[in-house]
């Protein structure tokens, strides 16, 4: 479950016009999303609070496996629509096997003219957290410059580990401050970074083959949709109007690569990435109304006319590690990924395997009481999603179970982490998180 902050952020990047998913780093977000999902350990409560549509509060508290907390403020320059937990989508507080839209070139804020000055300030979010007892503090601090420009700050200060031998020798976070600056202008996308307490320089890039979008564009999420014309009649271009190749999947590919250098540590680092992606289909599912009083809603609902699909492979010839990775969503509600690990020096390889269901509440829809009322078109019958369930399985023994959904107004996930193998103890861990927040 997404952190009531990282909830906030994402808002914040959506209401702003920001794609986060046209990072490199975020390359293989939809694989793992099933391969790679974190369990709670113990006992964790968060409760936040929107006291108005600027500013947010978060709280939360661990009880076991030991007792500690955290209080975090949130400040963003532009309203941020922020719901409940009880009202919010589910599946926006879920990382979930997705195949993202187009790519699109960023647009800025309106301009805002007073007396012949331009006013209009630019947008920006501020998070400060601090830990209970330990006094750590961290903070961000993200504004875009430009239309394509967005610069981020990040800080961690740890006053359990002031110096570096000491740091070096500690297994707690250390203290630093890291800059970053992105440039995305939907075709490519460029971050830089630099971070203080290794003097690490960093450049990641993503290129997108093929057309990008544009604004004007409807967003799809697939999940929701199933790819038929309104009412079966004709056939509707995707959202990118590009052409299929004969029988095979139609998508884009998208490649990139990072490059770091320490100048403390004298050292430095290459990866190189691919990702090809089915595209969404552009039109949801319809409802034709019935061709005569007897007739029930026809509700043409089949899957959609390709299997939304997602394949990554990385590659670090530093390290000698190759991962590929095999995402589907092979109905409507099952999804399934695998990946592979191998490095060519150690010859090591793990083999892993995930799945997410979602589990729905059926919506009922009441017809006319009498057959001589004229039948308006039939509303949404989409079930209501109530949670999720995750699972994975790998070579190195750990087999991981999750359950993410909602009771009432507050968001649960209970997990457990295992290892069969091991006669004395074949549970490793286990986990319980309870997440509320009010939107007033």
């Avoid at 600027?54 to 508290?61: D, E, G, I, Q, R």
């Avoid at 939907?186 to 979008?213: P, Q």
């Avoid at 799945?355 to 009322?373: G, H, I, T, Y």
């Amino acid at each position: 479950m997404h952190p009531f902050a990282s909830y906030v952020l994402r808002s914040y990047y959506k209401q702003t016009g920001w794609n986060e998913d046209n990072l490199y780093a975020n390359l293989t977000r939809s694989s793992n999303a099933l391969l790679d999902f974190s369990v709670p350990r113990g006992l964790h409560f968060s409760i936040s609070k929107s006291p108005n549509p600027l500013f947010k509060t978060t709280y939360s508290m661990n009880a076991l496996p030991s007792l500690n907390g955290s209080v975090g403020y949130i400040f963003t320059s532009c309203d941020l629509d922020v719901k409940g937990s009880g009202d919010v989508r589910f599946k926006d507080m879920v990382d979930r096997f997705k195949v993202f839209d187009q790519p699109r070139r960023p647009e800025g804020k309106e301009e805002e003219w007073l007396a012949g000055e331009r006013v209009d300030t630019r947008d920006y979010l501020l998070y400060g957290r601090i830990y209970i007892p330990t006094g750590r503090l961290d903070a961000l601090y993200s504004t875009r410059l430009t239309p394509t420009l967005q610069g981020m700050v990040a800080a961690i200060s740890d006053p359990r580990v002031p110096l570096s031998s000491e740091r070096s020798r500690s297994n707690g976070p250390s203290s630093n401050v890291m800059f970053s600056l992105q440039h995305d202008t939907g075709k490519v996308c460029t971050e830089y970074t630099w971070s203080a307490e290794d003097g690490m320089w960093g450049v990641r890039s993503l290129y997108n083959f093929g057309k990008i979008g544009t604004h004007t564009d409807t967003s799809v999420d697939e999940s929701e949709k199933a790819g038929h014309a309104p009412n079966g009649k004709g056939k509707v271009k995707r959202v990118d109007e590009e052409e299929a190749m004969e029988g095979g999947l139609k998508g884009r590919v998208s490649v990139g690569g990072e490059f770091y250098f320490s100048a403390k540590e004298k050292s430095a680092g290459v990866s190189t990435g691919i990702r090809f992606t089915t595209l969404p289909d552009a039109t949801p599912p319809s409802f034709q109304v019935p061709s005569s009083s007897t007739a029930g809603p026809s509700c043409p609902r089949g899957p959609p006319s390709q299997p939304p699909t997602t394949i990554t492979a990385l590659f670090n010839p530093m390290l000698g590690h190759i991962s590929g990775a095999y995402a589907a969503r092979v109905s409507r509600d099952l999804s399934l990924a695998s990946r592979f690990d191998f490095n060519v020096y150690s010859y090591e390889s793990e083999w892993s395997m995930g799945a997410e269901w979602w589990l729905r509440r059926a919506k009922v829809w009441n017809p006319p009481a009498s057959s001589d009322e004229p039948q308006p078109p039939l509303p949404d019958l989409a079930d209501e999603v109530q949670g999720v369930v995750k699972a994975k399985v790998s070579t190195s023994t750990d087999i991981s179970l999750l359950w993410e959904g909602r009771l009432r107004n507050v968001l649960v996930s209970l997990g457990v982490v295992s290892n069969l193998t091991s006669r004395s103890k074949p549970i490793k861990s286990i986990g319980l998180e309870l997440s509320y927040f009010s939107s007033g």
